[in-house]
């Protein structure tokens, strides 16, 4: 996908980029292709495919919500920023709170949110099961997303206790999602959570599946949630 088509296709879904955009997404792509020879961000390098499967992929969950308001997002395990980085330069409005196991990873964040002058953003270095209960994020959140972390049951445990009730938790997902979702039902049960949405759709041009899975919040986490350190991957609920 290049530069001319990802703001075309984007501007035919109602999501129109000015050039200073435009040019962030491209110093996006420059610092992270300088970063990646030094540290393993990404396996995507090539220009083409770095704006279809990491900026335009990111950008997608927009069709299915509205972004177009001040909302407060938790990003859990953004690795190199998606989605929330290509999220918050499409929607300039948007707070975002990065939060990664891999302090290398926030240095890069951190690096890159200042070559984009980018505002309303916060890197934090935790393990998601830690982070979701400290009192300052805990159910705080209007969104917390993630995008291909860990299985549907994992990434349930890891977000909803960040998300404040009336919100979501929406999960990005290739090939393959029903399977998860029909294994997290206990999970969204027990974590305060209800199926919301599933929407599925195809990349432009290599045709490979998506899904935008979005979990309502309609009660509180209970305490015990998440479990510590480790304890979700190897024990799904």
């Known amino acids: 996908m290049e530069e001319n088509q990802f703001r075309e296709v984007l501007a035919e879904k109602g999501i129109e980029l000015s050039e200073e955009q435009m040019e962030q997404y491209n110093s996006y792509y420059r610092t992270l292709t300088e970063w990646n020879q ?25 069709f299915y919500h509205d972004f177009n308001k001040p909302l407060n997002i938790v990003d859990v395990g953004a690795g190199a920023g998606f989605p929330s980085i290509p999220l918050k330069i499409a929607f300039p409005d ?57 299985r549907l049951p994992v990434l349930s445990e890891l977000c909803l206790p960040l998300v404040k009730k009336e919100g979501c938790f929406i999960a990005m997902k290739g090939a393959g999602a029903q ?14 959570g209800q199926l919301k949405s599933v929407d599925t759709f195809r990349l432009p041009s290599e045709n490979s599946e998506r899904s935008i899975i979005k979990v309502a919040k309609v009660r509180k986490t209970p305490k015990q949630y998440p479990r510590k350190a480790g304890t979700p991957n190897k024990e799904p609920l």
């Open 38 to 62: 030094k540290m393993n961000l990404t396996a995507i390098t090539e220009k083409n495919e770095v704006y279809l499967k990491h900026f335009y992929d990111s950008v997608s969950v927009a």
């Open 94 to 150: 948007l707070h975002v709170t990065i939060v990664d196991s891999l302090n290398k990873r926030i240095t890069f964040l951190n690096e890159l949110a200042s070559i984009l002058n980018l505002k309303g953003v916060a890197f934090i270095h935790d393990r998601a099961e830690l982070f979701g209960k400290n009192k300052s994020h805990r159910e705080k959140y209007d969104i917390a997303m993630a995008r291909a972390v860990a």
């Open 179 to 192: 399977e998860e979702i029909n294994d997290a039902g206990n999970a969204f049960e027990l974590l305060g």
